[in-house]
C-alpha cells in the first residue's frame, strides 16, 4: 500500500504487453497453433506478474521499462530485441494502440466461448455450431458470434451492460444444466484437461489486466493531481476492465470457484477397474484434479482483485456490494464459507482467506452476515442424517473467529513439520500469515462485534493465545518461519495486560527479543541505515511498540528486557562515568544502583548534562543492541523515532537522568521535550 508507483508518459502509450495477449487471443479464436495456446497465455501471465511484482520492489523501475520485458508474441518467441514491442509494422505506421479496454472486451468474449463450449450440453457434442452467447430478452437480441469467426471483434457486444446481462444468462445456464442428471456437466468437463487448463490461464490473465489497469490509474490519478491544466476528476482507464469485473462476471468467478472445488467423481471406484487401466485413469485423473484446483485458484484471485474493496475503479465497489448483499443475483458469502470450511487444497484455501480478508476490510457488518451463513450451514448439517457426526457438531458453535482459529491451528501443526519443505507448493506459511492479518482487521474494524464473540467463545481465545506461543517458539531457521513470527505481533499489540504474564510464564520473552535483534540488524545494520521510509517503519514498528507495552505491563518483563538491552555487568563503568561527567560543583552523591534519581527528580535542570561529555551515550559501543536501538532515536521517520524513544524511556523508569546518561543528551532531547523537561525552540 506504501508503494507509489513513478510517472511516466510513456506508459500511457506503450501496448506492447497488450497487443502481445491480443495476438494470442486471436490465435486461440481462429484455433491457430492449439497445442501452444496455453503455453502461450502462460508465459503472458508469468511474464507481466513478474514485472507488477518488479514495479512494487523497485522504487526507481518505471513502468514502461518494466512491462517491456513481458515475452510474449504469435509465436511464443521472446520480443526483447524488440523492445519488447509486438506490434506489428502496420499497426506501428498507422499509429494503432492496443488499449486495455480492447483487450478486456475481446478476452472477456473469448472467456464466455470457452465457458459455454465446456461447462454447458449445448455445445459438447457439435463443435463447428453457433456459439449464442445472448438470447432474445424483452424484444432484443445480445450479438452472436459463430466459432469459424475470422475476427474475434465479431463478438463484442454493443454495450457494457449488453455484455453483463449475457454473462448473467451463461452463468444461469450453468447452473441449470448442473443440476440435471441427464446433463452432469462435472463428469462431462473434467474429462477434458485442455480446456479447463486454457480456462485457468485466460482467467489469470483478467485478473492481471485489472491489476495493471489499476497501477496504470494510480500514474494517471498522480499526473492529474500534479498538473495544473485539465480537470482532475477525469481518469484515464476507469471503465477499461468494466466487463471483467461486472457482477456477470463476478457471479462466473465465483461459479467457476464452486465447480472446481467440488469433490472429485468415482474416487473410490478404482478397485474395479484392472491395473493397466488403473494407472491410466490415475494419472488422467491427477492431471484433472491438479487443472482444477488451479482454475479454483485462479478464479478466486480473479474475485478477489473484481471485488477489491480499495480500488478506484466504481464498478469493483459496486460488484463488492452486491456479493455481499443478501439480495443481490450474486450473493456469493454462503458459497465462500462453505468452501472455506471444505476446501483440502491449499492454494484455494489461500486465496479464499485473502477474499475474506477484503471483505473484511470493506464492507461493515460482514461478520456478522459470515456468522449467520454459518449458523444456516450448521442447521443444515444438523438436518443430515450422515455419518459425519463430528463436523455436525463442531458446526453448531462455529464462527468466523473459530473458523480461524482452527484453520491457523491447522496450518502450524499438521505434517510435514511446519512451514514444509517445498515453498512453492506448501503455503501455509501464507496461510498463517493471512490469518493474522484477517484477526487484526476483525479486531479493528468490527471491534464490537468481535468483543462479543470473545466474551462468548474465552476457549477459543485461549486457543489462539497458545497458538502464539507456538509460532514464537519455533526456530528462525526458515525465512518463511520468521515472516510468520513477526505478522502475529501485530495481534501481540492489542492483547490485553494480563496476557503479559501468560508470555512470560512461557518463555516468549527471549523470541520477542530475538525478532528485535534481528529487525535491528536488518535496518541499521544490512541496509546501512540508507532506507529510513516507510517500508522500514512497517518492519519495526510493531515490536518497539509490543516491547515497551510488555515492559510497561509487567515488571518481569520489564527487567528482562533492560537486562537484554543494558547488559547489569556494564552498569559499573556506566556511573562511573556519569560520575565523572558531573560539573564539580555538585555535592558528592551515593552512585549505587539509586544514583539515578526518582521520576519526581526528573524536573531538575538539566542544563549540567549539556556539556559535550553528555551529548553521546556514555556507554554504547558500536554494534550492540542498545547502540542499535539509540540509532532509531534519530530516525527520519517520526513514528520510529518516537517509539524507539519511547522504549527506551520506559526502560529507564521515566528517569531522565538515566536516559541521558545512557543515550546521550543529543539522541534523547526530541523525548525530553515532548515530556516537557527542556524547552525546544520552535
Known amino acids: 500500500p506504501s508503494f507509489q508507483p513513478p510517472l511516466s508518459k510513456e506508459i500511457m502509450s506503450d501496448s506492447s504487453f497488450t497487443t502481445s495477449l491480443l495476438h494470442t487471443i486471436r490465435d486461440i479464436w481462429d484455433k491457430v497453433q492449439p497445442q501452444v495456446q496455453v503455453v502461450q497465455v502462460k508465459k503472458w501471465n508469468d511474464g507481466i506478474e513478474q514485472a507488477l511484482l518488479e514495479m512494487a520492489t523497485r522504487r ?17 518467441n521472446d520480443n526483447d530485441k524488440n523492445g519488447g514491442s509486438t506490434s506489428t509494422t502496420e499497426e506501428k505506421e498507422n499509429g494503432v494502440v492496443t488499449t486495455v479496454e480492447e483487450v478486456s472486451i475481446c478476452i472477456h468474449a473469448l472467456i464466455l ?28 437480441t445480445n450479438t452472436t458470434c459463430t466459432a469459424k469467426s475470422k475476427d474475434i471483434s465479431n463478438c463484442s457486444f454493443q454495450t457494457n451492460n449488453d455484455a453483463n446481462e449475457s454473462t448473467m444468462l451463461l452463468v444461469e445456464q450453468m447452473i441449470e444444466q448442473r443440476s440435471k442428471a441427464n446433463c452432469d456437466s462435472t463428469t462431462q468437463h473434467f474429462g477434458n484437461e485442455k480446456a479447463i487448463h486454457l480456462l485457468s490461464q485466460l482467467i489469470r490473465a483478467s485478473k492481471n489486466l485489472i491489476r495493471w489497469n489499476r497501477l496504470l490509474l494510480a500514474q494517471n490519478k498522480r499526473a492529474k493531481r500534479t498538473s495544473k491544466t485539465g480537470p482532475r476528476h477525469q481518469i ?30 468415482d474416487e473410490n471406484n478404482d478397485n474395479d477397474v484392472d491395473e493397466d ?97 454459518l449458523k444456516i450451514l450448521a442447521n443444515s448439517e444438523n438436518e443430515k442424517e450422515d ?30 513439520p511446519f512451514p514444509g519443505k517445498n515453498s512453492s507448493l506448501d503455503r501455509r506459511s501464507e496461510i498463517a500469515i493471512e490469518i493474522v492479518r484477517v484477526l487484526f482487521a476483525l479486531q479493528h474494524k468490527h471491534n464490537t462485534s468481535y468483543k462479543k464473540v470473545n466474551d462468548s467463545n474465552p476457549e477459543v481465545m485461549t486457543q489462539l493465545g497458545v497458538l502464539i506461543v ?18 502475529v505481533l501485530i495481534l501481540l499489540m492489542d492483547a490485553p495486560k494480563e496476557f503479559s504474564q501468560f508470555l512470560y510464564s ?35 514498528l510493531p515490536i518497539l511498540i509490543l516491547l515497551n507495552k510488555l515492559s510497561q505491563a509487567n515488571k518481569l518483563i ?12 556494564r552498569d559499573g563503568e556506566l556511573l562511573a562515568n556519569y560520575k565523572r561527567n558531573q560539573n564539580s560543583n555538585k555535592s558528592e552523591t551515593s552512585y549505587t544502583s539509586s544514583a539515578f534519581t526518582s521520576p519526581s527528580a526528573s524536573s531538575t535542570n538539566l542544563s549540567n548534562n549539556t556539556n559535550p561529555n553528555n551529548m553521546n551515550p556514555i556507554d554504547a559501543p558500536r554494534g550492540t543492541l542498545r547502540w542499535k536501538l539509540i540509532q532509531l532515536m534519530t530516525w527520519t521517520e517520526s513514528n520510529v523515532k518516537r517509539c524507539a524513544s519511547e522504549l527506551l524511556w520506559t526502560l529507564c523508569n521515566g528517569n531522565s537522568k538515566e536516559f541521558v546518561a545512557r543515550t546521550g543528551f543529543g539522541n534523547a532531547v526530541h523525548m525530553l521535550g515532548i515530556r516537557g523537561l527542556v524547552n525546544i525552540p520552535k
Open 60 to 76: 526507481d523501475s518505471s513502468a514502461a521499462s518494466v512491462i517491456r520485458k513481458v515475452p510474449c508474441d504469435r509465436d511464443g
Open 558 to 569: 520489564h527487567a528482562k528486557i533492560k537486562e537484554a538491552i543494558f547488559p547489569p555487568e
Open 387 to 416: 455419518q459425519n457426526t463430528q463436523l455436525t457438531t463442531s458446526l453448531v458453535e462455529t464462527n468466523l473467529i473459530t473458523i480461524l482459529v482452527s484453520t491457523l491451528a491447522w496450518s502450524i501443526r499438521s505434517l510435514p
Open 113 to 140: 466461448r470457452l465457458v459455454e463450449a465446456t461447462y454447458t450440453c449445448s455445445l459438447l457434442e457439435k463443435d463447428d455450431a453457433p456459439i449464442s452467447i445472448g438470447e432474445e430478452s424483452n424484444g432484443k
Open 470 to 487: 507456538d509460532i514464537l517458539h519455533l526456530p528462525n531457521k526458515d525465512k518463511r518461519v520468521y515472516e510468520c513470527k513477526v505478522s
Open 506 to 540: 512461557n518463555h516468549c520473552v527471549e523470541p520477542l527479543l530475538t525478532i528485535l535483534w534481528l529487525q535491528l540488524n536488518e535496518i541499521t545494520v544490512e541496509k546501512e541505515g540508507m532506507v529510513q521510509g516507510q517500508s522500514s517503519a512497517a518492519s519495526i
Open 277 to 373: 487401466e488403473d494407472n491410466d485413469n490415475q494419472k488422467s485423473k491427477m492431471n484433472i484434479r491438479n487443472a482444477r484446483n488451479e482454475m479454483g485458484k485462479n478464479s478466486c484471485v480473479a474475485l478477489f482483485h473484481s471485488t477489491y474493496g480499495e480500488a478506484i475503479e466504481p464498478i469493483c465497489k459496486k460488484s463488492l456490494g452486491e456479493l455481499t448483499s443478501p439480495s443481490s443475483k450474486i450473493y456469493g458469502i454462503r458459497i465462500i464459507v462453505r468452501l472455506l470450511i471444505s476446501s483440502s487444497y491449499t492454494q484455494v484455501t489461500l486465496a479464499l482467506i485473502k477474499l475474506v480478508h477484503n471483505l473484511v476490510g470493506s464492507v461493515s457488518g460482514i461478520m456478522n452476515i459470515i456468522d449467520s451463513e
Open 236 to 265: 484515464y482507464g476507469l471503465d477499461a476492465c468494466y466487463r471483467l469485473c461486472s457482477s456477470g462476471m463476478v457471479k462466473l468467478y465465483l461459479t467457476l470457484l464452486e465447480i472446481n472445488s467440488e469433490p472429485y467423481d
